[in-house]
């Protein structure tokens, strides 16, 4: 079975940095594409980045471009968001999606999220 | 800037048909915008339903089908259950990687 777990979320002051991890299980990780998808309290979905199969292409929202950071490590089947100069309307849960084949640019697998919430 | 549109609400009852649109504030949806959909229902992780326009997942019910009408993705759902009560997201591959999704559409089943 597929399995996606992230874990980092938590409370950061405005400005200030974190770190979610998405650790994949049950599928070769090398072979797919991964994204972050986020969703504030309330509201609805956002996507916020990918990565391909390799790390060799990444894409950014707008809304994060130049403040986040996606990244994998293959090797540990691990997928990584680093979230810089936060802003409460980056209060969401993120999450970590694998993408369907690559064709598709589809979100075939979903974790069950990791909550960050920038406050002061 | 571009906006995907959904339907902000809609509502079915038991057993009826209800088809859930995807469009562009300009231009139109097409095939090559790859449109798929997504349940959510509270306090879940989204759910993929369709892909590619009108591919179908295993393990979705075949009572969900995508498509393209006119301008708009559309997903309809045939035979609508109370369990399909959730909401519904489309996403659509634009130039350059970016994915975008639309607002979502709540449904109601009553």
């Known amino acids: 079975d597929v399995k996606l777990l992230e874990s980092g979320g938590g409370l950061v002051q405005p400005g200030g940095s974190l770190r979610l991890s998405c650790a994949a299980s049950g599928f070769t990780f090398n072979n797919f594409d991964m994204s972050w998808v986020r969703q504030a309290p309330g509201k609805g979905l956002e996507w916020v980045s990918t990565v391909s199969f390799n790390g060799d292409s990444i894409v950014y929202a707008d809304s994060v471009k130049g403040r986040f950071t996606i990244s994998r490590d293959n090797s540990k089947n691990t997928l990584y968001l680093q979230m810089n100069s936060l802003r409460a309307d980056d209060t969401a849960l993120y999450y970590c999606?694998?993408?369907?084949?690559?064709?598709?640019?589809?979100?075939?697998?979903w974790g069950q999220g990791a909550l960050v919430t920038v406050s002061s | 800037q571009t906006v995907v549109t959904q339907e902000p609400s809609f509502s079915v009852s038991p057993g009826g048909t209800v088809t859930l649109t995807c469009g562009l504030n300009s231009g139109s949806v097409s095939t090559n915008h790859l449109p798929s959909w997504y349940q959510q229902t509270p306090g879940q992780a989204p759910r993929m339903l369709i892909y590619?326009?009108?591919g179908r997942p295993s393990g979705v019910p075949d009572r969900f089908s995508g498509s393209i009408l006119g301008d708009r993705a559309a997903l309809t759902i045939t035979g609508a259950q109370a369990d399909d009560e959730s909401d519904y997201y489309c996403?659509?591959?634009?130039?350059?990687?970016?994915?975008?999704f639309g607002g979502g559409t709540k449904l109601t089943v009553l």
């Open positions: 590619l326009t009108n």
């Open positions: 996403v659509l591959y634009m130039d350059y990687g970016i994915k975008a």
């Open positions: 999606a694998k993408d369907s084949a690559a064709a598709t640019r589809a979100f075939e697998y």
